[in-house]
Structures are given as structure tokens and as C-alpha cells.
């Protein structure tokens, strides 16, 4: 039965090559100083393979060029001789040619050196044409194997053509090209070896801060923030490394505290309410009389508005705390503006509206009604006898600038960032039934920064002073 030759499948191909893959894969380098020590070592391998071929063929064409400048010198004057009619039989080669022959254009042999007696007559390159023609032999009449360049010249003489044939030995150009080859043999190796290793410690001492920086950083936890990473004396990229990484860890220890003061002041927040409300069910069990049930229910009632607002201020909070973009639509700011002033010409001090112009911004009506009505509860909550609510619009800047005023107390230059921090109360507005939460100033501030806005408070001559700078919607 005849032998069949083994031919893989179209799946067993497909399994082969993706072997391969994974063989190529496990072997890259993972690492940035193996990759960097490959790529360094690559490149000047390529380089310096490159170079040494280069310097291989230069030195190889002047050694030819050399060679073939002697042995055009012999042909040329040997012709000239021919020509002349001085023809010797025995032909002495000059200095650096090894071999002469002149042959007519019949094919015999007319004079030729010692080292050439009795040998056939040299096939010419171009026949029958005067001329110089210059080639390579590789192995040449005389010393065997040795590469020869030959000049072949043509010309006329008394008899008709003959051709002179002038050949000097490659044999110099072989040899340093040979000591050259076994140099760059052992040379290039040596230098792509040298590059890696240097390469290799220099990349190590380089990634050594990094390697720091990451084993610090992979100690760190949530109770820990308060650690930072070494930074070197370097002042290159590594030490701005360490600097970042110093200034995220600031970042993330300030929201740790501030998270955990949060918590702690809405437990507060939330633990006065309830403990309220409990007393009230307590009083309520603990003495049946129906008189009594009216206050505790409305009292009851009350506490539980409270936690449903401050509740409601805590999930606004949250969502104001997100990654997510905030709402981009065009809202007329005027229209909201005189919609919260008019819900609140009841009120105990009347707001006084000063809106003479159009302003149209971005965001929602609902984020930008919750702002205003902050701001206007806390101005209600502290003045006398007037709430001034202004806006105009600041063309250089492309912004609404919203202004609310009261004659109240106002706010100390000391406490006008502390305002609005959550669950701030400054001290003339600590109870619970005149400071509110604590957390009207601060969700307005957040909703005005989450719009691409500003919240502040200014200077006033008398009372509170509190600006909003909202981007006007473009065109």
C-alpha cells in the first residue's frame, strides 16, 4: 500500500497557529524595563547591523577601485605599446598587476607575462570594439581562487585589433574584508550586549521611585489615606508622579473626612427629630386622654415633615455628589425668578422683585427653582422688614448674575465660606425651629457649581449679600 503524505486539516491549522499566538504571547516581554531593554538592544542591533554593512561595502569598493586603478594603468600603457608597433613577447607586470595577455582579434596569443606561458588566450567581455571594459573575476587565471579585476582594453594597431588583458589580485580586499567580518563578529554582539545591560540597570534605577510609589500605594486603604508616597529629589516625570499621586490622596483623605462628617452630622440631624417624635408617641401611650392628642399628633406631624425634608435634602445631596452630567436644558431664568417671588408675597417679609431683564441658561427648571428657593427662605428666615431679588446680565462675562438681599443681620467676613458648608448653622440661628437644616446654602452652592455656576456672599452695607453667577445659554 503506497505511503500518503500527511497534510494538516483546516482545523488543525487553525489550532497550530493559534498555539503560536499564545507561545508569542507568554514570550513578549510584560514588563517595562524588559520591553525598554529589547527595544533599546533592537534598535542599535539594527544600527549597528546596518553600519557594518555599510562599512563593509565602502571598504571592499576602495580596495576594488584600488586594484582596478593598477590594472587599467597596466592595460592602458600595454595598449599604447601594441599600438606603437614595441610589442614584446614577455610581458613584465608592473606594480600591482599580476597578470598580462594580449590577444588579436584572431585569438592567438601575441605576448602575455611569465605566470601566463602556455595558457589558452582570455576570452574577451565585448569582442571586436575598441574600448575599456572593467569586470570581476572570480576565480582569475593565475593563483587559483582569488578573485582578479581585469581590465580589458582594445585597440588598434598596425595588425588589426588586439585586446590587452590586465588583471591584479582581490586577495588584499578578501583578507580585510575577512579580519573586518570576524571584528564586527565579535565586536557588534558585544556593543548590542553592552546597550542592554546598561539599558537594563538604567531602566531599573529609573522605575525603582515607581516601583516605590506603587508598593506604598498598594498599602494604602480607606483608614489609611492619611499616608503619603515618598517623593524623589529627581524633579523629572516620576517626582511629578509622586506629587500627583500625593495631591489624589489629599483629595481623597478630605473627602473621607468630609464624608464621615456628613454621616455624623446627619445622624445628628436625624436623631434629634426622632427623638422627638418618640417622646411624643410615648406621651401619648403613656396617657390615653384625648385632650392631649391634638398637640402631640400636631407636634407628631410636624417632626415628621422635617425628616421628609431633610431627608429629601439628602437624596438631592447624593445626586448632587454623582459623576453625572447635570441637566443642559434652556430655562428662562426670569420666569423662574418671578415665580419664586410671587409664591412668596405672603410670606412674613415680603420679596421685592428687580427683574428688568430676559436671561436664558442652561440646566433645569427643577434645580434652578430648589437654588432660588433656597436662598430666598434663608434671606426670609433672617431679615426685617425687606428681601431684595434682583438679576441682570454681565455681556462681557456671558452670564446671569442673580442678586438676593436682606436687611437682616447679615454675615460675618469670617463665616461667609463657612455658610456654606453642610448642616452650618452660625450662632443667632442654632435652633431647630429658626436655622432649618443647615443644608439650604450648601445645596444651593452645588447646584450652582454642578450648572457650570458660582454661589458667594459679598459685602453689604447692611444685611446679606449672596450673588449667583449663572452661564448664559448660547445662541
Known sequence: MPATAWRPTVGESGTAAARLCALLRRLRPRSVRARATLGASAVVAMALGAASFALLGILDGNLVRGAQADAERQALATAATAAGGGLEPVLVPGRGADFLQVVDARGRVLAATPNLFG??????????????????????????????????????TGGGLVTVYAGTSLRQADAADETLKAVLAVVVPLLVLTVALVTWRVTGWALRPVETIRAEVAEISERDLHRRVPVPPSQDEVARLAVTVNATLDRLEAAGIRQRRFIADASHELRSPITVLRTQLEVARAHPDPALWEELVSGALEDTVRLQDLASDLLLLARLDTSEPPP????????????AARERRGGPVPVEPDLPGEATVRGSTLWLTRLFANLLDNAQRHAERRVVLSLRVDGERGAAVVEVRDDGPGIPAADRERVFERFTRLDDARSRDEGGTGLGLAIARDIATRLGGTLV??????GARLRATLPLAAD
Not at 593565475?142 to 588598434?156: D, L, M, N, P, S
Not at 436644558?329 to 415665580?339: K, T
Not at 456672599?457 to 447692611?462: F, G, Q, R, S, Y
Request: proline content about 9%.
Open 457 to 462: 456672599a459679598l459685602d453689604a452695607p447692611h
Open 328 to 339: 443642559d436644558s434652556c430655562v428662562d431664568l426670569a420666569g423662574v425668578l418671578r415665580d
Open 119 to 156: 595558457s589558452p588566450a582570455l576570452t574577451a567581455t565585448r569582442p571586436g570594439k575598441p574600448g575599456t571594459v572593467r569586470d570581476t573575476w572570480k576565480r582569475g587565471p593565475v593563483r587559483g581562487g582569488q578573485r582578479h579585476r581585469v581590465v580589458q582594453v582594445t585597440t588598434v
